[in-house]
């Protein structure tokens, strides 16, 4: 119906060969802004999942055998994941229970419930502290290549084309050619910490121009547009690795 009279049976090769009009085939477009997103290779997704893992050591000390072992147990799916991990130490039979949880992911908006187990994050005044219940929040390892601290942004002029250089506490970040007027480097990469960036600028008379600038960047510091939140809710959990694990 698609073809109209513009088709070709062949029923020895049971082969069909057909003209059909633009307006039945879809459309391909590319977009260059995702082109290095689509180019990334598909990564196949199993509805379900099962890993066991254990790691086990042992040996002999002043004429006593002893052992040791680390098992952890993972069943996840499409964007949920449940987790359970335990430890043998060698001075006891009993086998510790570490942390259980599960975890609901939502990739795209860089946010994940949590259920079970869990490590409150430390602040300025405080400590990090062990408890069980619910963390509902940001998740930025959904999106290990994303850059959540701010970056630098270097601003300077170059008289006639030149070469330029920028370096972060002695490490070369960027070697480039630059043409004559002023220029503007942006999402310069920097460690924690305080430092210095220093850019060099070279003509092809050999005259250099030094630029010279401190920084300090804290891993609490988040780039505009980020935002990181989270809510907890449950109960501390004391003596941990021991026999007498609780919640209070």
Known sequence: AIADENFTLDFTAVLVEMTVAGRYLKEYGISIRNVRAETKPDTPVSS????????????????????????????????????SRHLQLPE??????????????WPQQL?????????????????????????????????????IQPTLMLNGSA????????????????????????????????????????????????????????FYSDPGLLAPGIKDWAIELGRTREDYLTADNRYT
């Open 159 to 214: 008289g006639v084309p030149s070469t330029l250089e920028i370096w972060v506490d002695q490490m070369l970040t960027l070697r480039t050619e630059i043409p004559p007027g002023p220029f503007e480097i942006s999402d310069i990469p920097v460690q924690t910490g305080a430092g210095e960036i220093r850019a060099v600028i070279q003509n092809a008379l050999g005259t250099r121009e030094v630029l010279t600038q401190p």
């Open 92 to 105: 006891g039979d009993d086998l510790l229970r570490l942390e259980s949880y599960c975890l609901w992911d």
């Open 48 to 83: 379900l999942s099962a890993v066991l893992a254990y790691d086990l050591a042992g040996g002999v000390e002043a004429g006593e055998r002893w052992s040791s072992g680390l098992f952890e147990a993972t069943l996840a799916g499409d964007k949920n994941t449940c987790l």
């Open 111 to 147: 946010m994940s419930l949590a259920v079970g187990d869990g490590v409150t994050r430390s602040n300025t005044f405080g400590q990090p502290v062990r408890y069980g219940g619910v963390r509902f929040g940001s998740d930025f390892g959904l999106a290990p290549g994303l850059v």
